[in-house]
């Protein structure tokens, strides 16, 4: 025999899934964002250092 959930256990379900949802994003947000400023704050090396490199090898 199945069981029939009653209006209360069908929204703390449905409470439980959207949260899991929201969490899930903000943590991708959060790993994005930490990937695209890591990105951006590595340091672009001029032809000046390039040579500076070049000469220590």
């Not at 959930?5 to 994005?32: G, I, P």
Request: glycine content about 0%; aromatic content about 10%; proline content about 2%.
């Amino acid at each position: 025999m199945k069981s029939i959930r009653t209006e209360w256990q069908v929204r703390c379900a449905f409470n439980s899934f959207c949260k899991q949802v929201l969490k899930h994003e903000a943590v991708d947000a959060y790993n994005q964002r930490r990937k695209n400023t890591r990105h951006k704050n590595q340091p672009f090396l001029t032809l000046h250092h390039k040579k500076k490199i070049s000469f220590l090898r």
